[in-house]
């Protein structure tokens, strides 16, 4: 299937008459042939100084749309330019008023297209770049304020409490999650007993891969790997929901019919979030034991009452109460980021797609960067 | 054109077309001929959208047959399909605009896609459809986001008609355009239809085009088209509902 016009080659024949240019159009003067077209166009345009009127003739055109007529208006325009007048002849009426609908097109100076480069553009995008970690973590203390002012609010009675949406965001935040991060702590905890198995069997210490186990889940691997899991699972879908609504005016719409957006959308939101991180943590430091031990004894050849009662001297409460006193604090930190860039997603889907990426990204690094803190902490008081 | 009666571009036979136990369509004839401008009115819900993205393909029908340029969609192979793509042009309700690309990329993009242009040439002609759709060159680099939602309509309606298509496809193109903006965009759809033989399938409320630009009116309701034929005929009618719609009150303040 094709244009049924769409077959003859375009023409722009110019034969000089004395004073006087004649440009001979034909063919198909149509968005399939523009291609071909405006060579011949410009050509025309560049013609013997001497010459002061040129008759464009239309004649033999057999179709002419917007291309074609925007073509034609161009050549016009440049032989203007060039200081000769020309009239466009033979030009069937039935066109007359799409050449019309393209004379005033292109008239103003349309803004130019804008390229940076060079140094300038690179240094220039540096300074930009700068600010905007600057203000990136300014976004995310501003969150922190607001959702802390939003809390205080509903416990001292001028907010609600919406325990409803709590609860739904528990479901999706924390129950959904149990399989996904029972699994894969499980299956770390029998990579880690396995690993240690391996090397600590060389020099005869089987039997400190349980001491090893139980401090490094306890304590580390368990909230880690669920942080990392609860960021990339519902941080992200936080920011992707808040961004789209934002995207779509709905938070406008809320704000407008006098609620508060950060107390309907986000607390919930972050008290989900805070509940289901310690709940999840603790599973997932189980899960990863329960693999550890089934590894030392399948494979390390460590039986199961061994290794609990090596494990009870091994590790004491305060090894546990740490990996949960983190637990809340790194979901708080989540939370905020996800609820944060998700308020700054702008218009277009692509800074919908940046914002969740950077949503993810951040908040894992913040969280790490807290664990960092934590550990100086409890060194520090001896725990 | 090998079509035998290809003065028919749009040809729907006995379509019906539902979600789940609902069914929008139902057995639903329609034809649209070639050049002209077919005003497709209907109260809000009736299904206009639905039928329009069904013919389009955009929506899985259930039961009928659809041609377009005398190609039945659903049996038409890839290359098929592309060569009827390439020819029609369609302005969604809502825009539809390419939120992470510029007015200019929007309008530029079809013709990207399609032609092989000189920058130059590709920029002058989206410029120059911006403008006779009423935009000034200046909202180029706006992004969708930063236009109003007749502005949003107007960069539509000009990536519907960027590559000077046969057949656009406008779902309410003057809805949310001021009187003049709305009487411009008609007099463009006009002016194209009649140098460009366009052929023009309009759903719209706007009983303004409906009386100065549309050469045909089909009415939908329960699933039907209940009338077909120019304003006269829907003038005349003494159906409740198009008596309603064309001879009310508001369409008499309007025509006053
Ligand atoms: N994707 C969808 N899923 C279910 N129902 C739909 C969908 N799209 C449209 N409908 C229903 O089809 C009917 C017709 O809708 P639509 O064609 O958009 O109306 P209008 O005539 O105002 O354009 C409405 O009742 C709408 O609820
Ligand atoms: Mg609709």
Redesign the pocket.
């Known amino acids: 299937m094709y244009p049924e016009w769409g077959l003859n080659e375009p023409l722009l024949q110019s034969t000089v008459e004395g004073e006087r240019l004649r440009l001979a159009a034909a063919g198909s003067w149509t968005v399939d042939h523009a291609r071909e077209l405006e060579p011949l166009v410009d050509e025309a345009a560049r013609h013997p100084p001497a010459i002061r009127t040129v008759d464009i003739d239309m004649g033999q055109v057999d179709k002419l749309d917007t291309f074609g007529a925007w073509l034609l208006e161009r050549l016009r325009r440049s032989l203007a330019v060039e200081g000769s007048e020309a009239r466009i002849v033979g030009l069937p009426d039935s066109y007359r008023a799409l050449l019309e609908e393209v004379q005033n097109a292109n008239s103003g100076r349309a803004p130019p297209n804008p390229g940076g480069g060079g140094l300038a553009g690179a240094l220039d995008l540096v300074g930009r770049t700068m600010a905007e970690v600057g203000d990136a973590f300014l976004v995310i203390l501003e969150m922190f304020g607001a959702v802390g002012m939003s809390f205080v609010r509903v416990f001292t009675g001028f907010g609600r409490m919406r325990v409803t949406s709590v609860v739904h965001h528990l479901d999706r935040v924390c129950w959904r999650a149990v399989p996904i991060v029972l699994l894969i702590t499980f299956l770390i905890g029998c990579i880690i007993a396995q690993q240690g198995l391996f090397h600590f069997r060389r020099f005869g210490a089987d039997i400190f891969v349980v001491d090893m186990i139980g401090i490094l889940v306890l304590r580390e691997v368990g909230v880690l790997l669920v942080c990392i899991m609860v960021a990339g699972r519902s941080g992200s879908a936080y920011t992707a929901e808040l961004g789209t609504m934002k995207m779509r005016e709905e938070v406008d719409a809320l704000r407008t019919m006098g609620f508060d957006p950060i107390e309907v959308l986000i607390l919930p939101r972050i008290i989900a979030i805070v509940i289901a991180v310690p709940m999840l943590t603790f599973l997932g430091a189980m899960a990863a034991l329960y693999g550890g031990g089934l590894v030392a004894w399948l494979y390390g050849g460590i039986s199961p009452d061994i290794f609990i009662a090596r494990l009870r001297e091994a590790i004491s409460v305060d090894h546990f109460l740490v990996g949960m006193i983190k637990a809340p604090f790194m979901a708080l930190i989540i939370g905020i980021v996800a609820c944060a860039e998700g308020f700054q997603v702008k218009g277009s889907a692509e800074s919908l797609g940046a914002q969740t990426t950077t949503s993810v990204v951040k908040s894992i690094f913040l969280v790490i960067v807290l664990d960092g803190l934590f550990a100086m902490f409890f060194a520090a008081i001896g725990k | 054109m090998a079509h035998p009666e290809s003065d028919v571009v749009i040809r729907v036979r006995d379509l019906v077309v539902g ?2 136990r ?1 069914t ?1 369509l139902n057995h639903l004839d329609l034809d649209v001929k070639r050049g002209e401008i077919l005003g497709f009115v ?10 329009l993205r069904t013919i389009i393909g955009l929506l899985p029908k259930r039961e009928g047959k659809i041609e377009v340029f005398g190609v039945d969609l659903e049996n038409a192979n890839a290359k098929e399909l592309q060569a009827v793509e390439r020819r029609w042009g369609i302005l969604f ?1 809502h825009g539809a605009l390419f939120s992470s690309l510029t007015v200019r990329q929007n309008v530029q993009f079809p013709m990207r896609e399609y032609l092989d242009l000189s920058e130059r040439l590709l920029e002058e002609v989206a410029v120059a459809k911006l403008e006779m759709v009423g935009l000034h060159a200046d909202v180029c680099e706006k992004y969708p986001s930063e236009l109003s939602g007749g502005m949003t309509k107007r960069v539509a309606l000009a990536r519907a008609l960027a590559l000077d298509p046969e057949i656009v496809f406008l ?1 309410e193109p003057t809805s949310g355009l001021d009187p003049i903006s709305a009487g411009e965009s008609d007099h463009l759809i006009k002016t194209l239809q009649r140098t460009l033989g366009l052929t023009v399938f309009m ?1 719209t409320h706007d009983l303004d085009s409906l009386h100065t630009v549309c050469d045909r009116i089909a009415v ?1 309701a329960e699933g039907k088209i209940i009338a077909a034929g120019p304003m006269s005929v829907m003038l005349a009618s003494e159906h409740p509902w198009l008596k309603a719609y064309f001879r009310g009150e508001i369409a008499r303040i309007s025509r006053n």
Request: without cysteine; neutral net charge.
């Open positions: 979600f789940g609902t929008v209907g109260g809000s819900g009736s299904g206009k959208s639905v039928l309700q779902d759903v939908l």
